[in-house]
Protein backbone atom coordinates (compact mmCIF):
# COMPACT_ATOMS: atom_id res chain seq x y z
CA UNK A 1 0.00 0.00 0.00
CA UNK A 2 3.02 2.36 0.55
CA UNK A 3 4.13 1.83 -3.21
CA UNK A 4 1.01 3.43 -4.61
CA UNK A 5 1.41 7.04 -3.15
CA UNK A 6 5.40 6.69 -4.62
CA UNK A 7 3.75 5.56 -7.84
CA UNK A 8 1.30 7.87 -8.29
CA UNK A 9 3.92 10.47 -6.96
CA UNK A 10 6.54 9.05 -9.60
CA UNK A 11 3.85 9.11 -12.80
CA UNK A 12 3.04 13.00 -11.81
CA UNK A 13 6.92 14.16 -12.06
CA UNK A 14 6.84 12.17 -15.44
CA UNK A 15 3.93 13.86 -16.74
CA UNK A 16 5.45 17.02 -15.75
CA UNK A 17 9.02 16.92 -17.01
CA UNK A 18 6.63 16.09 -20.18
CA UNK A 19 4.68 19.24 -19.95
CA UNK A 20 7.63 21.27 -19.41
CA UNK A 21 9.89 19.53 -22.09
CA UNK A 22 6.81 20.28 -24.86
CA UNK A 23 6.34 24.01 -23.47
CA UNK A 24 10.24 24.44 -23.65
CA UNK A 25 10.38 23.63 -27.13
CA UNK A 26 7.26 25.07 -28.21
CA UNK A 27 8.60 28.53 -27.06
CA UNK A 28 11.62 27.94 -28.59
CA UNK A 29 10.67 27.11 -32.07
CA UNK A 30 9.68 30.29 -33.03
CA UNK A 31 12.45 31.90 -31.32
CA UNK A 32 14.89 29.77 -33.67
CA UNK A 33 12.44 30.32 -37.07
CA UNK A 34 11.67 34.30 -36.07
CA UNK A 35 11.82 36.82 -38.45
CA UNK A 36 14.74 38.34 -37.21
CA UNK A 37 16.70 34.66 -38.22
CA UNK A 38 15.89 35.22 -41.80
CA UNK A 39 18.07 37.16 -44.18
CA UNK A 40 17.17 40.13 -45.22
CA UNK A 41 16.14 40.43 -48.62
CA UNK A 42 17.92 42.94 -51.30
CA UNK A 43 14.85 45.25 -52.07
CA UNK A 44 12.70 44.71 -48.92
CA UNK A 45 13.71 48.47 -48.45
CA UNK A 46 11.98 50.32 -45.39
CA UNK A 47 8.37 52.23 -45.73
CA UNK A 48 11.04 55.82 -45.40
CA UNK A 49 13.33 55.09 -48.92
CA UNK A 50 9.82 53.81 -50.43
CA UNK A 51 8.42 56.89 -49.75
CA UNK A 52 11.45 58.80 -50.49
CA UNK A 53 11.05 56.58 -54.09
CA UNK A 54 7.36 57.40 -54.51
CA UNK A 55 8.34 60.72 -54.89
CA UNK A 56 10.99 60.70 -57.45
CA UNK A 57 8.73 57.96 -59.39
CA UNK A 58 5.89 60.79 -59.16
CA UNK A 59 8.19 63.45 -60.42
CA UNK A 60 9.52 61.30 -63.30
CA UNK A 61 6.15 60.50 -65.04
CA UNK A 62 5.39 64.36 -64.14
CA UNK A 63 7.76 64.90 -66.70
CA UNK A 64 7.08 62.37 -68.55
CA UNK A 65 3.80 63.33 -68.79
CA UNK A 66 4.76 66.98 -70.22
CA UNK A 67 6.53 66.34 -72.58
CA UNK A 68 4.07 64.00 -73.63
CA UNK A 69 1.80 67.29 -73.76
CA UNK A 70 4.76 69.28 -75.05
CA UNK A 71 4.29 71.58 -72.33
CA UNK A 72 7.91 73.31 -71.57
CA UNK A 73 6.88 75.06 -68.67
CA UNK A 74 5.09 71.95 -67.10
CA UNK A 75 8.38 69.98 -68.10
CA UNK A 76 10.61 72.24 -66.09
CA UNK A 77 8.27 72.21 -63.26
CA UNK A 78 8.92 68.68 -62.76
CA UNK A 79 12.07 68.29 -63.46
CA UNK A 80 12.59 70.68 -60.43
CA UNK A 81 10.45 68.36 -58.46
CA UNK A 82 12.29 65.73 -60.13
CA UNK A 83 15.90 67.61 -58.66
CA UNK A 84 14.27 67.42 -55.25
CA UNK A 85 13.41 64.26 -54.90
CA UNK A 86 16.74 62.98 -56.55
CA UNK A 87 18.95 64.69 -53.81
CA UNK A 88 16.20 63.95 -51.23
CA UNK A 89 16.26 59.97 -51.64
CA UNK A 90 16.79 58.02 -48.66
CA UNK A 91 19.55 55.66 -49.72
CA UNK A 92 20.61 54.82 -45.91
CA UNK A 93 17.08 53.38 -45.66
CA UNK A 94 18.28 50.64 -48.39
CA UNK A 95 18.32 46.98 -46.60
CA UNK A 96 20.33 44.13 -47.28
CA UNK A 97 23.25 46.19 -49.13
CA UNK A 98 25.78 44.68 -46.39
CA UNK A 99 28.49 45.47 -48.86
CA UNK A 100 27.29 48.90 -49.42
CA UNK A 101 27.62 48.31 -53.47
CA UNK A 102 23.80 49.00 -53.67
CA UNK A 103 23.83 51.70 -51.98
CA UNK A 104 26.50 53.46 -53.97
CA UNK A 105 24.90 52.54 -57.43
CA UNK A 106 22.23 54.45 -55.92
CA UNK A 107 23.67 57.16 -55.12
CA UNK A 108 25.14 57.12 -58.46
CA UNK A 109 22.13 56.92 -60.48
CA UNK A 110 20.31 59.47 -57.73
CA UNK A 111 22.97 62.02 -58.91
CA UNK A 112 22.48 61.23 -62.70
CA UNK A 113 19.33 62.01 -61.88
CA UNK A 114 19.04 65.11 -60.49
CA UNK A 115 21.76 66.19 -62.98
CA UNK A 116 19.96 65.16 -65.78
CA UNK A 117 16.68 67.18 -64.45
CA UNK A 118 19.08 70.26 -64.28
CA UNK A 119 19.93 69.57 -67.87
CA UNK A 120 16.45 69.59 -68.67
CA UNK A 121 15.43 72.65 -66.91
CA UNK A 122 18.09 74.94 -68.29
CA UNK A 123 17.44 73.37 -72.57
CA UNK A 124 15.46 76.18 -74.26
CA UNK A 125 13.47 73.65 -76.96
CA UNK A 126 10.92 71.48 -76.31
CA UNK A 127 13.27 69.04 -78.66
CA UNK A 128 16.71 69.30 -76.06
CA UNK A 129 14.47 68.66 -73.16
CA UNK A 130 13.44 65.03 -74.70
CA UNK A 131 16.87 64.51 -75.77
CA UNK A 132 17.65 64.90 -71.58
CA UNK A 133 15.05 62.93 -70.62
CA UNK A 134 16.28 60.05 -72.60
CA UNK A 135 19.15 60.12 -70.35
CA UNK A 136 17.16 60.88 -67.07
CA UNK A 137 15.34 57.08 -68.12
CA UNK A 138 17.82 55.24 -68.44
CA UNK A 139 19.23 56.37 -64.75
CA UNK A 140 15.59 56.30 -63.17
CA UNK A 141 15.24 52.54 -64.87
CA UNK A 142 18.94 51.31 -63.75
CA UNK A 143 18.12 52.55 -60.43
CA UNK A 144 14.39 50.69 -60.20
CA UNK A 145 15.68 47.59 -60.88
CA UNK A 146 18.89 47.75 -58.47
CA UNK A 147 16.85 49.07 -55.28
CA UNK A 148 13.91 46.50 -56.83
CA UNK A 149 11.22 49.02 -55.81
CA UNK A 150 8.24 47.00 -54.79
CA UNK A 151 5.83 49.60 -55.11
CA UNK A 152 3.57 50.57 -58.28
CA UNK A 153 4.36 48.34 -61.45
CA UNK A 154 6.23 49.89 -63.81
CA UNK A 155 6.18 49.81 -67.77
CA UNK A 156 9.04 50.27 -70.00
CA UNK A 157 8.02 51.35 -73.64
CA UNK A 158 9.90 51.90 -76.30
CA UNK A 159 9.25 54.17 -79.49
CA UNK A 160 12.31 52.91 -82.48
CA UNK A 161 11.71 56.20 -84.80
CA UNK A 162 12.80 58.87 -81.62
CA UNK A 163 15.76 60.52 -82.41
CA UNK A 164 16.29 60.33 -86.57
CA UNK A 165 15.16 56.38 -86.10
CA UNK A 166 17.65 55.26 -82.83
CA UNK A 167 15.09 54.83 -80.99
CA UNK A 168 14.28 55.75 -76.80
CA UNK A 169 12.94 54.95 -73.69
CA UNK A 170 10.42 55.77 -70.92
CA UNK A 171 9.16 54.33 -68.16
CA UNK A 172 5.23 54.64 -67.82
CA UNK A 173 2.77 53.55 -65.12
CA UNK A 174 0.32 52.48 -67.45
CA UNK A 175 0.51 50.17 -70.04
CA UNK A 176 -0.93 52.53 -72.97
CA UNK A 177 1.77 54.18 -75.02
CA UNK A 178 2.07 58.12 -74.21
CA UNK A 179 5.11 58.82 -76.62
CA UNK A 180 6.94 61.60 -74.64
CA UNK A 181 9.41 62.00 -77.84
CA UNK A 182 6.74 62.97 -80.19
CA UNK A 183 3.19 63.98 -78.26
CA UNK A 184 0.72 64.81 -80.44
CA UNK A 185 2.60 64.53 -83.91
CA UNK A 186 2.80 60.09 -83.05
CA UNK A 187 1.25 59.79 -79.38
CA UNK A 188 0.85 56.24 -79.60
CA UNK A 189 4.23 55.20 -81.20
CA UNK A 190 5.81 52.75 -79.52
CA UNK A 191 5.54 49.25 -77.99
CA UNK A 192 6.26 47.67 -74.08
CA UNK A 193 9.33 46.21 -73.79
CA UNK A 194 9.62 45.41 -70.56
CA UNK A 195 7.66 45.71 -67.14
CA UNK A 196 9.08 45.50 -63.06
CA UNK A 197 6.77 44.41 -60.05
CA UNK A 198 9.11 43.54 -57.03
CA UNK A 199 5.66 43.70 -55.27
CA UNK A 200 4.89 39.97 -56.53
CA UNK A 201 8.52 38.50 -55.01
Known sequence: MRRRPLIILVSLLIILAGLYLIFWNGNKKPDAEGPHQQPIAQGANTGTFNESFDRLLTAYYSVKDALFASDTVKANKAAADLIIAADSLKIDEINGDTTGTLKGLA???????????????????????????????EAMWNLSRSVKYAGRKIYYQYCPMAFDNKGAYWMSNERAIQNPYFGDKMPDCGSLEDSLDYSKH
Open 107 to 137: SDYAGTLSGSGKGLVGEKTIDAKRKEFEMMT
